[in-house]
Structures are given as C-alpha cells and as structure tokens.
C-alpha cells in the first residue's frame, strides 16, 4: 500500500517505478566554524566532501539492504545502472558488486534541500543546508497566514555555543557569513560537494546590492564551466529586499527573538 497520495495517477506510477528519495544535510558551516575550518577555504570543502561521500556511500548501501530484502525499484537495471560514466559506477568496488547482485531500492538517493525553515524550528537555528552562515545575528521575515510581513531577531547557533562558552571577541577565523565569503567561493563549494550528490544542491548566492549585472553573468559562467547543477543569484534592491536582514535591529515593527 502506498504511503504518499498523488493527484495524478501518471505521478503515482512514476514514483514507484524509480522510488526517488532526497537523503541530504544541513548545519554544514555551523559544523566546519566548530571544527575550526573555514567554508572558503580548501580544508572546509575537503571537509564538506568527506561528510557528502560518507552519506553517499551510507546510503547506498542501505538502499542495496532494502533492495534486498524487498526488491529493486521497478526500472531497476544493472547494466544502466552501473555503465561507465554514471554516478553509481563511481562507487566503490564493493558496492557495485553488491548493487550487480540485489539492486537497489531508489533510482535516487541523495539532494541538498534548502533547509532554512527546518533548521530553525529543529536545529536550534544552525546554518542550512550547504549553504555558509547569514549573520550571527540578523533579523528575519516571515509572512504570515494573515497576510501580514512579520520580523523576528535569529542568532546562529553556532556563535550562540560560542558565546555560552563565555568566548569575547575578535570571533576565530572560522567564522566567516556568507558575504565575507567571494562568490567563487560559495560556488566552489557546490563544484566539491556535487560529484557525490546524484540529486540537485540547493544554492543560493547572495550578493550585495552594488553588485554588478556583468558580474552576476560572469558568476554564472563560473557555474556553468564548473559543471553546477543549478545556482540561485539573490541582490537586493530598493524595491524587493531579502528575507534575512543583516544585524538584529529591524527598521521598524516590532520583533521578538528566536
């Protein structure tokens, strides 16, 4: 018996023949600040690939267990499958003789979700998904069933630890907010983590207002000759601003912290 209900019954066959899943991450800057390694720097994306192919190759081997035990996903075949040049034949020996004999159980396995909501209502607010710190505090808008645009103060989990631990300023060199960060940076972060996620990353790169339109081009060139997925290009301007603001004070309303 299925557990998803799906509007269409085309979409219904179409995720039990492949049984797509979206296993991924997120807190991954809170982690590197807490090991003492920099997002933008070789050693934290060495980090990062260390984390991504340890999730990547846990999980296949589960989906090889499920397979196993309840059989392959429909479209299953092993030929295809594990052909030269596709992301199953990078695996290791072991697991593609393992998938050869009892299949898999999910066409696919792994994604990057933006996880800004779930990290802050179940993660005490670290940094989500792949993507680097906003702020350690900055203010954050909501919008409401009622319509209305609301701001709330949010601190970084990661400087909050710090701070408990009765830390003082100048913060170390680990951390480091997303536009401390060059943009090639956030993008080579992505160009390192890829190889070992077979779904989509979610990234978004945010610049700052003065930011040029032959600068944003140039960016998306850098993504695209370094074999991204997909990238998400966010400037503020006069007429639409983000939804994190730098800092905790908001320019008006009143706010309550979280």
Known sequence: MPVARWPLSEQAREAHAKRRIGIGFTGL??????????YDQPEGRQMAQRIAQSLRDNAYAASVALAKERGAYPLF?????????????????????????????????????????????????????????????????????????????????????????GRSEPLPSSFVTALQIRPEDHIAMVADVQ????????????????????????????????????LAIFRPNRIRCGVFEPGPEPPCASQRKI
């Open 195 to 230: 190889p070992f996620i077979d779904g989509g990353i979610s990234k978004t790169l945010n610049l700052s207002a003065e930011t040029s339109a032959e600068t944003v081009a140039a960016l998306f060139m850098q993504a695209w000759h370094d074999g991204l997925k997909g």
């Open 29 to 38: 800057a809170d982690t590197l600040i807490m090991l003492g390694l920099r």
């Open 77 to 165: 075949d092993v030929d295809i499958c594990l052909t030269a040049g596709t992301f199953a034949s990078r695996l290791s020996p072991a697991l593609r003789a393992l998938i050869r004999k009892h299949g898999l159980r999910n066409s696919h396995l792994l994604s990057i979700a933006p996880t800004g909501s779930v990290s802050l209502a179940f993660a005490d607010n670290t940094s989500a998904g792949i993507e680097p710190v906003f702020d350690w505090t900055y203010t954050r808008h909501v919008h409401a069933p009622d319509g209305h645009r609301h701001r709330f103060e949010a601190q970084d989990h990661a400087w909050r630890v710090y701070q408990r631990l």
